[in-house]
């Protein structure tokens, strides 16, 4: 016999707690990451890779390259999403700052490094997703994609992905690429299994 299931919308402690939890995981993840001097795709991965060729920390960079994408969620995704959105952006880009001052890691292979990330951050981003928000950037353009087209927002973000690993190779050794490519495989994997718009209310 099926049985009506009654769903409630997050309220505001739903929303911080969820999204405090992404927004950590995510900045844990990228710390391990960028400990054994690995790199990722989308926009934070433009970030890292800005953050090894200057000056500027990773915080400070992401910052500014999410700031054109806020106007594009404004506009298709909503009011409540883009702020969201920008709240944990503002609070990643503090966070990466702030995490290596707690911990130093003696030792970590970069293969472990790269699944680490890949599930650490692709659980961060889920939480963030569920709660209607993102880590901006290209996350905004394949949310948007998805929500338009059923296209899923991890299979967007993997092609985009698979075009910048293509470019590093000019710029990096192999083995860094390669390794790279694996986190963030298993990142948008997760994404793509695992967020389902009809499989839970998210506001």
């Given amino acids: 016999m099926r049985t009506s299931e009654k769903t409630t919308q997050h309220d505001l402690f739903d929303d911080i707690q969820g999204m405090s939890l992404g927004i950590f995981m995510a900045g844990f993840g990228l710390h391990l990451l960028t400990t054994v001097g ?3 795709g989308q926009t934070a991965g433009v970030a890292v890779i800005l953050s090894y060729l200057t000056d500027y920390s990773f915080g ?9 994408f806020y106007l594009l969620a404004w506009r298709r995704l909503g009011r409540a999403f883009t702020i969201k959105s920008l709240i944990s952006v503002s609070l990643l880009s503090v966070f990466t700052d702030l995490i290596p001052r707690g911990f130093d890691i003696a030792y970590l292979h970069p293969a472990f490094g790269a699944v680490a990330f890949g599930a650490i951050t692709g659980v961060g981003l889920l939480a963030l997703f569920r ?13 948007l994609i998805q929500d338009t087209t059923g296209f899923r927002a991890g299979w967007v973000q993997l092609i985009f992905d ?3 690993f293509g470019a590093a190779f000019l710029f ?3 083995a860094v690429v390669l390794y790279s ?4 495989m298993i990142l948008n994997v997760i994404i793509a299994v695992n967020h389902r718009r009809d499989r839970y209310i998210a506001t």
């Fill in 60 to 68: 400070t960079i992401f910052f500014v390259i999410n700031l054109p």
């Fill in 172 to 174: 990096f050794e192999s």
């Fill in 38 to 40: 690995l790199i990722t």
């Fill in 181 to 184: 490519l694996l986190g963030a």
């Fill in 131 to 143: 709660h209607n928000g993102s880590l901006g950037g290209l996350g905004v353009v394949a949310l």
């Fill in 162 to 164: 698979a075009v910048v």
